[in-house]
């Protein structure tokens, strides 16, 4: 149980375009999904929070307006990369989490390369 | 200064050996996990210890928490060559359970 999903795994696109990544629960409603993104031998950072029907809640340096995330259901958060540039190239993750628990559940991750 | 940072450097053992690695923190923390990372793939949680904790075990790990020095360690026993990833612990810095992330401590594990 408690898995987690992501889509696409890797992605490669033109500087300018957009990406869509989805993340999913598969077997767990999740209140709460976390995105992060990490770059080549570091650590995770984190970008935002979302919450199922509601605003994502941006961390600091994050630019909200580059990074659109939607939690439109209760198994699917969705992270768009818009006007993508090769310095957003990164390994981006997802985690959700269910109701009040303090664990997270991690998807896979999508490598994005912005050519 | 980034909350959980661990040890910098990289471990590299013979299978069978036990492997330890440290994270240290600067601020109040209500619990501390540990999660590991193979090359190229999502996280997967290994323990979570709460601040009254101050030793916690699952299967070969064993996690320590010392509040006073702001420290945890994690600890894997008769290491195994599938334990070759990257090992991160990560504390609630920013509430609601917006984890901070350490830089990570990668091991390998020889057979």
């Known amino acids: 149980g408690a898995v987690v999903s992501q889509h696409p795994s890797w992605v490669i696109c033109k500087s300018g375009t957009s990406v869509k990544i989805e993340c999913r629960s598969l077997d767990f409603q999740a209140t709460t999904m976390f995105w992060y993104r990490q770059f080549p031998k570091q650590s995770l950072m984190l970008m935002a929070t979302s919450n199922e029907g509601s605003k994502a809640t941006y961390e600091q340096g994050v630019e909200k307006d580059k990074f659109l995330i939607n939690h439109a259901s209760l198994t699917l958060s969705t992270l768009t990369v818009t006007s993508a540039h090769p310095e957003d190239s990164s390994f981006y993750i997802c985690?959700?989490?269910?109701?009040?628990?303090?664990?997270?559940?991690f998807g896979p991750g999508t490598r994005l390369t912005v050519t | 200064s980034q909350q959980g940072e661990e040890d910098p450097q990289a471990l590299s053992i013979q299978e069978g050996e036990n492997a330890t690695m440290n994270c240290s923190y600067k601020?109040?923390?209500?619990?501390l996990q540990w999660y590991r990372q193979n090359s190229g793939r999502g996280l997967v949680h290994l323990i979570l210890?709460?601040?009254?904790?101050r030793e916690k075990h699952s299967g070969r790990l064993r996690v320590t928490l010392d509040t006073s020095k702001k420290s945890s360690s994690l600890l894997i026993t008769a290491s195994r060559a599938a334990d070759t990833a990257s090992y991160f612990c990560?504390?609630?810095?920013?509430?609601?359970?917006?984890?901070?992330f350490g830089k990570g401590n990668q091991v390998v594990v020889i057979p």
């Open positions: 985690s959700a989490q269910a109701g009040h628990s303090y664990e997270q559940y």
């Open positions: 990560a504390t609630d810095l920013y509430g609601n359970n917006r984890l901070a």
């Open positions: 601020t109040s923390i209500n619990n």
């Open positions: 210890i709460r601040s009254n904790e």
